[in-house]
C-alpha cells in the first residue's frame, strides 16, 4: 500500500485491476485505493509480471504494507524487495497463494469513525446494510443506520 503521510494510517482496497501473471507496464492502473480522504487509482511503479496479490476488494490495510508481488528487472526499484519480503537473497518473492477471505462486514475509515462517534462499536453492528464499494460499510451507510434507530 502506497504511504500516504503521517495522517492516513489505513487505505481500503476498493477494486483491483489486475491478476497474478499479468504483464504490466509502467503506469498502469493495478488498483483503486481509498484512505479516510480521498479515492485514487494505485500505478505499477514499473514494468513487470504480476506474481502475486496478498488483498481482495474490501480488505482495510496499513500504509505502507504490500499488497502486490512484481517481478521486475528495473534496478531502481531493488530497494523495495527487502521491504516487500525480508528475503534479501531472491529476486522474486514466492508468495503466490490467494489472500483470507474477507471479514463479514468491511467499514471504511470514515463509516468507522462516525461510528464511534456515536458511541458504538463497528465490530458488534451485523445489522448494518453495506452500500459501499466493494460491500464496504461507507458513512453514508452509518448515518441511515443511525437515523433509523432514532425512529
Known amino acids: 500500500m ?3 503521510g503521517a495522517t492516513v494510517n489505513e487505505l481500503t482496497v476498493v477494486a483491483l485491476k489486475t491478476e497474478v501473471g499479468a ?5 498502469q492502473k493495478l488498483a483503486e485505493l481509498e484512505s479516510d480522504k480521498s479515492v485514487f487509482e494505485f500505478e505499477s511503479p514499473c514494468d513487470g509480471t504480476i ?3 496478498l488483498v481482495r476488494a474490501g480488505d482495510v490495510q496499513p500504509s505502507g504494507a504490500p499488497f502486490l508481488r512484481i517481478e521486475t528487472s528495473d534496478a531502481s526499484l531493488r530497494h523495495l524487495l527487502h521491504q516487500a519480503t525480508g528475503d534479501r537473497g531472491h ?3 514466492r508468495h503466490n497463494e490467494p489472500a483470507a477471505a474477507p471479514k463479514a462486514l468491511v467499514w471504511t475509515p470514515r463509516a468507522t469513525k462516525l461510528a464511534q462517534e456515536a458511541g458504538l462499536d463497528p465490530v458488534k453492528i451485523t445489522e448494518i446494510e453495506a452500500t459501499g464499494p466493494g460491500g464496504r ?3 453514508d451507510d ?3 443506520y443511525l437515523s433509523e ?3
Open 142 to 144: 452509518v448515518t441511515r
Open 51 to 53: 506474481r502475486g496479490i
Open 149 to 151: 434507530r432514532k425512529s
Open 2 to 4: 502506497p504511504s500516504m
Open 91 to 93: 529476486e522474486t518473492a
Open 23 to 27: 504483464q504490466v507496464t509502467k503506469g
Open 137 to 139: 460499510v461507507s458513512g
